[in-house]
């Protein structure tokens, strides 16, 4: 019957068009993916670089609620600890969070500050982390 065959043709044309379609989207999938892991490695080289540039270093973090790994695990604090650890890279990081009656507030932060200022030269790197809601209930 060639109404048969005419349906038959018109099917095997969509499929094809289909799958030209289909490999079309695989290649710039793939294309897009190289890309992606080609900044990937470079984000990482560049990681890896400043955590390297830690070594040796004497590092105290002061900061709020972001900060705490008790309020917010894992947080940034963490994560520098364990990239540290995970690169063999010799540095010292302590922390202390404002808590409790000096809450975790820029005021609080400034006093954690004076406490530390006898000991500047204990440290190489201080870093004060504040939020956005510190400053604007202040």
């Known amino acids: 019957d060639s109404v048969y065959w005419a349906l ?4 095997n044309a969509q499929v094809e068009a289909y799958r030209q379609e289909v ?3 695989t290649s710039e999938l793939r ?7 080609r900044d990937n490695n470079k984000l990482a080289e560049s990681l890896i670089k400043n955590v390297k540039q830690l070594e040796g270093k004497k590092i105290m973090i002061i900061g709020d609620s972001l900060s ?3 309020t917010m695990a894992p947080n940034w604090v963490t994560l ?6 995970e690169y063999g890279v010799n540095a ?6 404002c808590k409790n009656g000096d809450s975790y507030s820029a005021i609080g932060q400034s006093n954690r500050l004076v406490a530390f200022d006898n000991y500047n030269d204990e440290w190489d790197i201080i870093v004060i982390a504040l939020g956005a809601n510190d400053y604007q209930t202040q």
């Open 80 to 85: 520098l600890k364990n990239m540290v650890s």
């Open 68 to 70: 705490d790994p008790s």
């Open 8 to 11: 038959t043709g018109n099917y």
């Open 31 to 37: 294309g897009e993916m190289e890309a992606l892991n």
């Open 23 to 25: 490999m079309q989207t």
């Open 92 to 97: 010292t990081i302590n922390s202390d969070f």
